[in-house]
């Protein structure tokens, strides 16, 4: 039995690269799997057979230590959150949606901001205290500019020997990030791009690519952000800050809207919370408690 990873799920077939002889193998998943409703995923790592005509057949996957819906992918180490400061701007509200169901995953985000390069000193002093406060509460911030290549090499070193995706509103510079960090995937990202159901009638598949010693996707199914697969009860422990609160709070389940002594409010009102983000967090909960129930 060979070992391998799941690099790619296209029309029912899995492109598993072998774990030592790094060759890539196309299978099909093994009928049990179907029985037991269990499907292969990209970043699965698993067990496979080649027969004698050279057909592969997945027959074990591996534990999975995270796992994603949409796009359907697995044993996710990292993401790299890319906003850009300007072009579009940055916008906290978005990013937070982003942080919340990343950590809703448990997935380590990282954040990464382009286009530094594009402020004005006073446009930048207008944004900074933003950026302060998501270090300040724990995050990794990382300011880049493709076109001087600035914080590239953090973010390179970021990547490897890890499975990462790379998540973002459309024109943030993902693609201008990519390519800063390899310089010969220029005509690839084009084709990741097509590939990932850009255009009407392009099939859409996820797909782990190799960069920088890692394998890196794009995902296009972050950019819905639903918080279908979220309760109400859950969403504060998406956000770190009220998580880390919420157990001094007077009643134990607190959502930290208008229960009394609840310790994430007052840390709001004395400024240890960003009163914004509050306000974000209050729109995502009514959000949440609004939709229609799953039948």
């Known amino acids: 039995m060979k070992k391998g990873i799941i690099l790619k799920a296209l029309s029912g077939f899995y492109y598993v690269e072998d774990q030592e002889t790094k060759e890539m193998i196309q299978c099909r998943s093994r009928g049990l799997f179907r029985k037991q409703k269990i499907t292969p995923l990209v970043g699965d790592h698993v067990e496979f057979l080649v027969e004698p005509d050279g057909n592969g057949y997945v027959m074990d996957i591996g534990p999975r230590k995270n796992e994603l819906v949409r796009p359907p992918i697995a044993n996710v180490d990292l993401a790299l959150v890319v906003f850009s400061v300007k072009e579009p701007d940055f916008s906290p509200k978005l990013l937070d949606r982003f942080l919340a169901v990343i950590e809703m995953n448990q997935i380590e985000p990282i954040i990464v901001l382009t286009k530094m390069d594009l402020l004005s000193e006073e446009e ?54 990519l390519n800063a960090i390899d310089q010969t995937l220029k005509i690839q990202v084009n084709e990741i791009s097509k590939a990932l159901g850009r255009g009407k009638h392009t099939t859409r598949h996820v797909e782990l690519h190799k960069l920088s010693d890692g394998l890196i996707a794009d995902t296009p199914g972050f950019s819905s952000l639903d918080l279908d697969q979220l309760e109400a009860i859950d969403l504060s422990q998406c956000f770190v800050e009220f998580y880390e609160r919420s157990e001094q709070c007077k009643f134990r389940g607190c959502l930290h809207e208008n229960e009394p002594r609840c ?29 229609k129930p799953k039948y």
Request: some cysteine; overall charge positive; proline content about 1%.
């Open 124 to 177: 930048r002093q207008a944004i900074d205290s933003s950026i302060q406060y998501y270090k300040q509460i724990g995050y990794e911030v990382i300011e880049t500019s493709s076109k001087q290549h600035a914080g590239i090499n953090v973010v390179n070193d970021l990547i490897k020997d890890r499975i990462v995706v790379i998540c973002g509103q459309s024109g943030v510079g993902k693609s201008s990030l």
């Open 263 to 291: 310790a994430v409010k007052a840390a709001v009102e004395t400024g240890e919370i960003l009163p914004t983000r509050y306000e974000n967090y209050l729109q995502f909960l009514t959000e949440i408690k609004s939709r």
